[in-house]
């Protein structure tokens, strides 16, 4: 029975790792037209140009995006101590939306900066200004201040909402249907620069959170008894709110704000296969990605060949099940 305790994690793994694959593999081929994995091979029809250059590209990239979001979220659940912690939380998707606002209504910025689309740009320096402004708020000698992190990252939501309606009353119609577009999240590419400027900044930052698991286990104890244990606390922090920083402006920056899956992804893996962070990061990021994926197949064939942004379908679909996760927590 000991051995079946210590084996049932690996087995939830194994299974997430099963349902990432099967979404890459199949989500593809699903669409307002069937297409085979022969159409991959064929790069004179339509049907090959369809799969290769825009279904592959808009699935690697909800992989990512959903993966990044909820192992950012599973982190800062653990290092803020706070079940309702997400990567919003930190104010990071309301900085970007005011770059990427700006940019959106400003004539003449259409150029790339970098390799990015100056939409690109702009989100990630929002999003890093709001990492900046959260951090030397919540600083203090020890470490951050939990509480003062949530704060600040409220406040910074708020009062980009602010900044967000002001831009929507003095720009044209035509200038608001751009912003209101990418405020609903949405994983719409054709090729694969997307998902390559998403990558640097997105490896960076889950490769920092991903070295904090066995501090994040002993973290789970409280802060005195982790650093009672050897454990830099501050410096956990720091790398945490760096890394999650880092994830999310990547992902915001590609596909806009797109909500629920870094808050509901953690509590369902945490359920499933326990607290161990060792299991809890590498399934929160394979279940993000894989369930963002079903999302967006769903957003792009319930009402074909109308599109949904699959932000829409997260806040739809996410919302009740929050309800009912807070229902069965109480």
């Known amino acids: 029975m000991r051995a079946l305790h210590r084996q049932r994690p690996l087995l939830w793994l194994a299974g997430f790792t099963l349902v990432f694959l099967l ?64 990567p919003y939380t930190l104010g990071l998707s309301g900085g970007a939306a005011v770059g990427a606002a700006l940019v959106l209504t400003a004539p003449g910025l259409g150029a790339s900066l970098g390799g990015l689309a100056a939409v690109q740009a702009a989100a990630l320096l929002g999003a890093g200004a709001a990492l900046v402004f959260v951090y030397l708020v919540a600083r203090r000698p020890m470490g951050i201040h ?39 999240g949405g994983l719409v590419v054709v090729g694969y620069r997307d998902v390559i400027t998403a990558l640097p900044l997105l490896t960076i930052g889950a490769s920092l959170l991903m070295s904090t698991m066995r501090e994040l286990n002993q973290l789970a104890l409280g802060e005195e008894l982790a650093g009672a244990q050897g454990v830099d606390v501050a410096t956990v922090q720091r790398r945490v709110l760096l890394g999650a920083g880092l994830v999310t402006a990547a992902v915001v920056a ?16 945490r359920r499933l296969a326990g607290h161990d962070h060792r299991v809890l990061l590498p399934g929160a990021f394979l279940m993000g990605g894989a369930v963002l994926v079903i999302c967006d197949t769903l957003a792009r064939t319930l009402v074909y060949p109308t599109e ?12 009740p099940l929050f309800i009912m996760l807070l229902l069965r927590m109480r």
């Open 254 to 269: 590609a596909a806009g704000p797109i909500g629920f899956v870094g808050l509901l992804i953690p509590h369902a893996v």
């Open 146 to 184: 939990t509480a003062t992190v949530l704060l600040a990252g409220v406040t910074v939501s708020v009062l980009a909402s602010g900044v967000i309606m002001l831009v929507r009353i003095v720009v044209r119609p035509d200038e608001i249907a751009h912003v209101d577009r990418w405020m609903m």
């Open 23 to 86: 979404a890459l593999s199949i989500a593809p081929l699903i669409g307002g037209e069937s297409l085979g994995l022969r159409a991959l091979l064929d790069r004179s029809s339509v049907e090959g140009f369809i799969l290769r250059e825009q279904r592959l590209p808009r699935v690697f990239l909800g992989l990512l995006v959903g993966g990044g979001l909820a192992l950012a979220g599973a982190c800062l659940q653990a290092v803020l101590r706070n079940p309702l912690a997400e």
């Open 308 to 319: 949904i942004p699959v932000g829409v379908i997260t806040a739809v679909v996410g919302g």
